[in-house]
């Protein structure tokens, strides 16, 4: 008797998760009428378009997310097949991307740097495919493969120079993911942004110990957030995807977020990502993963990809309701920076 | 506490080797008839979600090939953690151990230079193997001497070696120019090669595995940790060092998973990466359930793991389902497989004592 | 009070020590002793809650490995409940449903069908990462935020007012829930009855005890400790759900359970010990003082707990019979 109780309780509890819950990835619902199915991609006329994404899936409300994104909206606009893969184990990068050139797929986008090496091992072993490598720097230049790599150093200066000029107790503060090279750019070209605009600012940078979460622990991201606010930072740079979500989150429920406390995203506009940190979330150091794919798989469509790397667009995203609460002639500083960022004239002064 | 003991002596030998290979079977079927009504839920055909899985991982030769891959270290996994059921010893520390031994033998295969490739790759499966051992050994020690029960030590030793591991991957010996957290590529004379679709460490399992199966059964050892394991009691009356017979346990046992990681790193990520295969010590438990502590028998339960683990990549690829459906299909087959009432359920009238695989934290 | 000083010696002097240290530092820095305590004592209130749930149920005598399944099950519970039902308080109810209903699963699995206790733990810690992994849903946020309480009175102490006492619901209820949970196991007679059972179960049988269902009922009731812990997760400490929330704290929970002698008092007293060396190393390494690895601050109280284990053999012992299913002989 237990037993059927417990198995139609779960039964239950199954059905109601089933139903708001996304179990399946949505490849049903994103396809357009063009290409139906991928039983075909060899043929001229079908552009199938395929993703794998790190360990991680793509709603990590992060890079993942917004490559997926990107490379959906790129299918779309030229009427190609888009699928995605996401990789659960590290040993399973070519197999994932075998899938998709066993079907002959025209275009993969491979994302995250911990992927370099798989991607351009298949992409010798496949010289016909196009692969769009993102955030994988290509040392060395092979035909077909593309690295989409973004100046993350000028985004976090963009950032930092803000922060500078925003903080009133000369305290600003980052919460960091893993202490690897793209979250480090962030990071440094944060802290020399704000020195360039603040020289009194003390910045305290924090990383994510090592450990497998290190990408995905919002909590121990909420309580080093929590600490450095109460040491006194009222600006903190939340980067490191969920765990620099929780910073975000915890932020945005200090007491004065908004008017005396803010909190900076990053990789995209978190405004929309994460809404919880609306409250606080003056702006995101942004990289443009979105419009760099598109644009990318675009080019691989209509035969302009170059192998090598295609440096994507990089700097902070809209103030959103915040655009009151700056005061215009930091807008006009921090809009002057990053335009000096973006046509050379001011360097970041950032090396790893 | 030694009045319980005369009572219920330790069952494990009883449980899980007398019990009737249906069970695992029907456990099997289940546990997809309900993963089935997962998938279901989700809109799919469960008999196109498994056809998906199974055609990957046997009908592909690059599927064919990770199959492989991935049972090999599951064999061992499963072997270690049946040796040390034999034995009375609940083994839940294979991960720790597993991943201990890949340090180590990456490192050997690293480091260890001016060998020929047969002796260089000895010579590092075997420093992975020592380093599993020995890991396995503190467990076991501390049980002989300490009375500390072996599943708690295990527990608090696997979290130890991650976090050492760890630490030794970001600092000493961390691949340099390079901001991940994993060593230098081994070299090439360390490398265990594949043989077409089946990789060498694959054999080596198969004869490891043999190996086991004739020790445990046909040999005065064998019958000494079967002995053992099946009644303490009866054990010590007989002679039977019980210190030496736990220690010997553990070691042999962590030795086992030690070869699985070291296998896995030679053979298949060719360095120390600390983010790999995070499950295998409880997939291992699953196995040895399966397989009813029977050596023999872990080769068709992890072929079955294996399998699950391969294809589901082709599983979302061809359907949208996620990958983890795995991970619930193998943790409901763990509990129909070691819950006797399922035993009770089908031979109603036989008698089938409890599963009592652990007696307790202080022995 | 002076019993309970007595009886719970070395928690309290350990307390006494570091209460003292702390306000040595407090006057040399205020702001940055308190922070680094209201981090130490974040880290430790899941902990604490967890190693209460592995307390009550290894004194009744089941043994539990599942708590991280149960924490990680009920953070999703609270999480997505709140977000279904647009309610943050029914959120909470609901983990603790959650947490309530694994408790009962284990009740029921290692009790009644009596399987093996550390197996049915590991089919709850691999069911729940599963089942997390594959129902969680991306975008969805919580409706309302755990509002921040302050007692009145308490949590105008210094340093330890700020701490302790201000703070949301289930940090808050954390302290009164270990003061109760050791009341409840030393001085009642649900305490004594369940300890028996735990202890010495054939002859708690004979003394007309229902054996089976005590330790069903304590294993259940216990699940809610560990729902709390997960919905404290979930909704206060983050305020979101991640894949893996929980992050191995249900083992920490185990070690810090052990380490305190299977006692509530020294449950906390160890918790807090850890949370705060981790708190300091954090803070060291941030001041750039010195450079103390994480991960060996992470590995502390493992490496301790079996130093303890293996050291004071005989003056730590859990619960006789705890691990043993009971069958009930003639």
């Known amino acids: ?352 | 506490m030694t009045l319980t003991e005369t009572k219920t002596p330790n069952k494990i030998g009883f449980l899980v080797r007398n019990q009737s290979i249906v069970v695992p079977i029907v456990a099997i079927f289940v546990a997809f008839v309900l993963g089935g009504i997962l998938i279901f839920l989700q809109g799919v055909n469960p008999l196109v979600a498994y056809r998906a899985i199974f055609s990957e991982a046997w009908f592909d030769s690059d599927g064919l090939l990770r199959t492989f891959q991935k049972t090999t270290p599951l064999v061992l996994a499963g072997l270690a953690v049946t040796v040390g059921l034999r034995v009375g010893l609940f083994n839940i520390g294979a991960q720790g151990q597993l991943i201990s031994a890949a340090l180590a033998s990456a490192l050997a295969g690293i480091y260890i230079t001016n060998l020929p490739p047969i002796l260089h790759v000895l010579v590092s499966l075997f420093c992975g193997v020592i380093v599993g051992a020995l890991w396995a050994g503190i467990a076991g020690v501390l049980k002989a001497y300490r009375g500390v029960h072996e599943v708690i030590s295990t527990i608090m030793l696997n979290s130890i070696a991650i976090g050492i591991l760890d630490y030794l991957v970001s600092n000493p010996f961390q691949e340099p120019d390079q901001s991940l957290q994993r060593t230098k590529k081994i070299a090439e004379t360390a490398v265990l090669p594949n043989i077409g679709v089946i990789p060498f460490g694959f054999i080596l399992a198969l004869i490891i595995c043999l190996l086991v199966s004739w020790m445990l059964n046909k040999t005065t050892a064998g019958f000494r940790f079967n002995t053992v394991g099946k009644n303490k009691f009866a054990a010590t009356y007989a002679g039977i060092n019980m210190k030496l017979m736990v220690v010997t346990g553990m070691l042999l046992s962590g030795g086992l998973a030690g070869l699985g990681g070291a296998i896995e790193t030679l053979g298949i990520t060719y360095r120390f990466e600390p983010a790999f295969n995070a499950g295998l010590g409880f997939d291992g438990i699953t196995i040895a359930l399966l397989a009813r502590a029977n050596p023999l028998a872990t080769i068709p339960a992890a072929i079955l793991v294996g399998t699950l683990r391969a294809g589901g990549a082709s599983l979302q690829f061809e359907t949208g389902i996620e990958p983890e459906i795995v991970d619930v299909l193998l943790a409901i087959t763990l509990l129909l497989v070691s819950a006797p009432i399922l035993a009770k359920y089908l031979f109603r009238g036989k008698a089938q004592k409890s599963a009592n695989v652990t007696s307790g934290w202080g022995n | ?330």
């Open chain 1, 1 to 352: 008797m237990k037993r059927m109780r417990t198995l139609a309780g779960i039964s239950i509890l199954a059905l109601v998760l089933a139903a708001c819950s996304s179990g399946t990835t949505d490849t049903a619902a994103e396809e357009t009428a063009a290409a139906l199915d991928d039983s075909n991609c060899a043929a001229a006329e079908n552009f199938c378009v395929g993703l794998v994404t790190d360990i991680g899936k793509v709603d990590d409300k992060s890079f993942n997310q917004s490559a997926h994104e990107g490379a959906m909206a790129a299918a779309a606009e030229v009427g190609g097949f888009y699928k995605y893969i996401e990789t659960t184990d590290t040993k399973d990068y070519a197999a994932n991307m075998g899938q998709f050139t066993d079907k002959s797929y025209d275009v993969i986008v491979t994302v995250g740097f911990l992927m370099a090496e798989a991607t351009v091992t298949a992409a010798k072993a496949n010289p016909n495919t196009k692969f769009i490598g993102v955030d994988q720097f290509q040392a060395e230049e092979v035909a077909n493969v593309t690295g989409l790599i973004f100046p993350e150093d000028q985004a976090g200066y963009g950032a930092g120079y803000l922060a500078g000029l925003m903080t009133k107790t000369n305290k600003i503060g980052s919460v960091l993911g893993l202490e690897i090279a793209p979250v480090q750019l962030f990071a440094k070209g944060f802290e020399a942004g704000a020195k360039a605009a603040n020289a009194n600012v003390a910045v305290t940078t924090v990383y994510h110990p090592p450990a497998d979460n290190g990408f995905g622990d919002p909590v121990w991201g909420a309580a080093e957030a929590k600490k450095q606010l109460a040491q006194g930072a009222d600006i903190i740079f939340g980067a490191g995807g969920g765990t620099g979500n929780g910073a975000l989150i915890e932020i945005a429920k200090a007491e004065g977020a908004g008017t005396a406390i803010f909190c900076i995203g990053v990789d995209t506009d978190q405004w929309f990502t994460v809404p919880e940190a609306q409250p606080c979330l003056i702006t995101s150091a942004v990289k443009g993963l979105t419009e760099g794919t598109t644009a990318l798989v675009k080019k691989a469509f209509d035969g302009s990809i170059a192998g090598g790397n295609f440096v994507g667009s990089a700097g902070i995203a809209d103030y959103h309701d915040f655009a009151s609460v700056v005061p215009m002639d930091v807008q006009d500083k921090v809009a002057g920076v990053v335009a000096g960022l973006k046509d050379g004239s001011i360097k970041t002064g950032v090396t790893l």
């Open chain 3, 1 to 330: 009070m002076l019993d309970f000083i007595k009886d719970n010696r070395k928690p309290v002097i350990t307390l006494g020590l570091v209460t003292v240290i702390a306000y040595v530092f407090y006057f040399l820095d205020e702001i940055k002793t308190t922070s680094v305590l209201v981090f130490g004592w974040g880290y430790a209130v899941p902990l604490v809650l967890a190693a209460m749930v592995g307390i009550i149920g290894e004194r009744t005598g089941v043994v539990n490995i599942g708590i991280e399944g149960q924490m990680l099950m009920s953070a999703f519970a609270s999480f997505f409940g709140s977000v279904i039902t647009g309610n943050i308080y029914l959120g909470m109810l609901i983990g603790i449903a959650a947490g309530l209903i694994m408790g009962g699963f284990l009740a029921v699995a290692a009790v009644k069908w009596e399987m093996d206790q550390i197996i049915a733990g590991v089919v709850i810690n691999i069911v729940a990462a599963g089942l997390t992994s594959f129902f969680y849903a991306p975008g969805k946020t919580l409706p309302q935020l755990v509002p921040v309480v302050s007692i009145p009175i308490l949590s105008d102490i210094p340093l330890i007012g700020p701490v302790f006492f201000r703070n949301g619901i289930f940090a808050l209820a954390t302290l009164f829930i270990v003061l109760a949970v050791n009341f409840a196991i030393f001085k009642t007679r649900w305490g004594l009855r369940s300890r028996s059972v735990g202890e010495y179960p054939s002859a708690a049988d004979a003394a007309g005890i229902n054996v089976t269902r005590v330790r069903m009922m304590n294993v259940t009731l216990a699940g809610a400790l560990a729902g709390c812990a997960g919905a404290f997760l979930a909704l206060e400490a983050a305020g979101t759900f991640a894949r893996g929330l929980t992050a191995g704290r249900g083992f920490l929970a185990l070690a810090i359970m052990i380490f305190g002698a299977w006692n509530p008092m020294g449950a906390l007293a160890a918790a807090l010990f850890f949370g705060l060396s981790t708190a300091l190393a954090s803070q060291l390494q941030a001041d750039e003082v010195i450079n103390i690895p994480q991960q060996f601050v992470n590995l502390l109280p493992f490496v301790m707990t079996l130093i303890v284990l293996s050291v004071a053999v005989g003056r730590v012992r859990p619960p006789a019979a705890a691990g043993q299913p009971y069958t009930k002989e003639g």
